[in-house]
DNA sequence: TGTAGTGTGTAGTATATACTACACACATGA
DNA sequence: TCATGTGTGTAGTATATACTACACACTACA
């Protein structure tokens, strides 16, 4: 149950089928963590890195950071953040989207994105 | 800058002129810690403890446990499981909605719920 | 005047988080 | 054959989190 070591480990394989720099070598120091640490993580020997680690992690590899800090059961700080000045409302709306199908929630965010509001 | 803790005690305060059970150690014992731990945290000498021991306060002082997580820089467990299922099209709303002004965010709620959706 | 209740002070503990430092074994090409 | 690069193993560290246990001083009231 190592989901993010191995998401990890499988894209950094990917890329570095084309790429020598997507060595295990080569992204730890990328992301400023040894190499040992790195392995450990990959191979969920080591929990999931702190957010900052995640962050850079996700740059390197060229993924989406919000996804990577999910797999790692973790949520962005600035996300909280956003949540904490205003906890009453955001919970209701998190809460009552709990359910709603993917595309009922995107449509959502799309209207507000579009500022009809 | 200690507004978990002042925010507390003042309830509790409030509570206990007419209500002995409100007493600094009753209140404890009810959400099961140690008086002088309570002490402590209202005093700011401690940081906010634990999530489950912040639901038990807010439950307690008749509070809103999402505004209680809050002030104690925490989001519920339960609403970061929510987000983490689909961190993107989380992540997106939540920004898109930082800056717009509660009513706005209100009616989005109301019409998540009356479920035009 | 003692006992019941109030809040506080002191001194810890267990567990988790987020790593570092360095040595080791293996492969590959020059 | 040896220098360079690969991943991994071992043995730690610093800091934060979330508390407990118990003694102490003060107040009120019976």
Chains 1, 2 share one sequence.
Do not use: C
């Amino acid at each position: 149950m190592n989901v993010f070591g191995d998401y990890v480990r499988q894209r950094r394989l990917e890329l570095q089928e084309t790429d020598a720099a997507f060595s295990l070598r080569k992204v730890a120091a990328a992301i400023d963590v040894e190499p040992s640490y790195l392995s450990k993580i990959e191979r969920g020997e080591q929990p999931p890195p702190g957010e900052k680690t995640i962050i850079a992690l996700a740059k390197e590899l060229g993924e989406d950071p919000d996804a990577l800090l999910a797999l790692a059961g973790k949520v962005s700080e600035e996300l909280l953040a956003i949540i904490r000045k205003r906890p009453k409302l955001f919970a209701q709306l998190i809460r009552d989207l709990k359910n709603m199908p993917d595309h009922a929630v995107l449509r959502l965010v799309r209207e507000v994105r579009d500022g009809n509001w």
